[in-house]
């Protein structure tokens, strides 16, 4: 069920009146950030940094000056932030509707990245080290992003409430521009952070979804909320359903922090000993500390890594289930 302020939020799509329009687009001239908003800004856990902040505006109301998007709320994420925090998945991923007055920070998981023999570029579990727009390093890219439609698959069969119930898992595609042009290319976008492990193949002729010979995957779901994924962002079920309803058939922006640029920029002040802050920089400092400094793989440094990889690896035959007994 949706949450009292998100139905508030996509009412608001078909019901702000002009008049509510028009005094956004003219807040877009300013780059005040509004007296309630400002109560979240900051580094503590559930509040969105100054800087991820301010540059999810600047996108937003300037695609909604040039009339791209009419969407009330935008989004944001912060990926250099941890993934726990107190035990509980730390929050880095905001979802802001100003017209309202809501501000909402959630859990959300980032690229888990991967370590090749000539380039080992995985993350861990608790903070993000690497980051990159290479296609097929499932790292998390930072930059500028729209929304755009929606696509339910089939994943499988798994066991709910003692009955064999099938899942569907829905994907937000995003649209990119620049270091994030490639969005549609590296299959970016969003879903919820659950995905169904397959185990055998069971017998079921009657459903839609069997094959020839009438089996169907089956397997069991696995809940990875607030971790790594492949790339994509994540969010639990409950906000993964909130947030796919908010841009269903309504896109509206989405800013990720850190671009390359930052990253490079970071990597560079503690290379000299310098503070982060100090030099005028942002990184979650929890973040930071464990991970040392982190490091940007841009597409053109990475893909031919990453493609030589693919070539080298041996032909497989096509996976085939057992199946279940």
């Given at each position: ?13 078909i ?24 109560k ?20 937003y109301?300037?695609k ?6 009419s969407?009330p ?9 941890p993934s ?17 007055r809501m ?5 959300s998981?980032?690229?888990n ?33 729209v ?11 798994y ?7 099938p899942?569907?898992r ?22 919820q ?38 790339g ?7 906000e ?12 509206t ?5 850190p ?35 982190p ?21 497989q ?9």
């Amino acid at each position: 069920m949706l949450s009292h302020s998100l139905r508030l939020a996509i009412a608001a799509t078909i019901l702000i009146p002009m008049a509510g329009v028009l005094s956004t687009q003219a807040s877009a001239q300013s780059s005040d950030i509004p007296n309630w908003l400002r109560k979240h800004v900051g580094t503590g856990e559930g509040q969105i940094a100054r800087v991820v902040l301010t540059r999810a505006r600047a996108l937003y109301f300037e695609k909604r000056r040039q009339g791209k998007i009419s969407n009330p709320c935008y989004l944001a994420k912060d990926a250099t932030r941890p993934s726990t925090v107190g035990g509980r998945p730390g929050r880095r991923f905001y979802v802001i509707c100003e017209d309202r007055r809501m501000f909402r920070a959630v859990s959300s998981g980032y690229g888990n990245g991967r370590k090749l023999q000539r380039a080992n570029f995985s993350n861990g579990r608790q903070c993000a080290k690497n980051f990159s727009n290479a296609e097929g390093s499932k790292l998390t890219m930072g930059g500028a992003y729209v929304t755009a439609e929606s696509r339910t698959s089939f994943k499988g069969y798994y066991t709910q409430g003692g009955r064999k119930v099938p899942f569907h898992r829905t994907f937000l595609l995003f649209d990119g521009e620049g270091e994030t042009s490639n969005a549609r290319e590296r299959a970016i976008g969003g879903h919820q952070a659950v995905f169904l492990k397959w185990q055998c193949r069971m017998k079921k002729p009657q459903s839609p979804h069997a094959d020839k010979e009438g089996y169907v995957p089956y397997g069991r779901l696995v809940n990875y909320t607030g971790g790594r994924s492949n790339g994509c962002t994540t969010w639990s079920p409950s906000e993964s359903r909130d947030i796919l309803a908010l841009t269903n058939g309504n896109p509206t922006t989405l800013y990720i922090y850190p671009e390359g640029k930052d990253i490079n920029a970071v990597a560079k002040a503690v290379q000299k000993g310098m503070s982060v802050p100090g030099a005028g920089l942002y990184w979650s400092a929890t973040c930071l500390k464990a991970i040392g400094a982190p490091r940007f793989w841009p597409k053109r440094t990475l893909q031919p890594v990453i493609n030589q990889w693919r070539q080298s690896l041996p032909k497989q035959p096509p996976l085939e289930l057992p199946i279940c007994k």
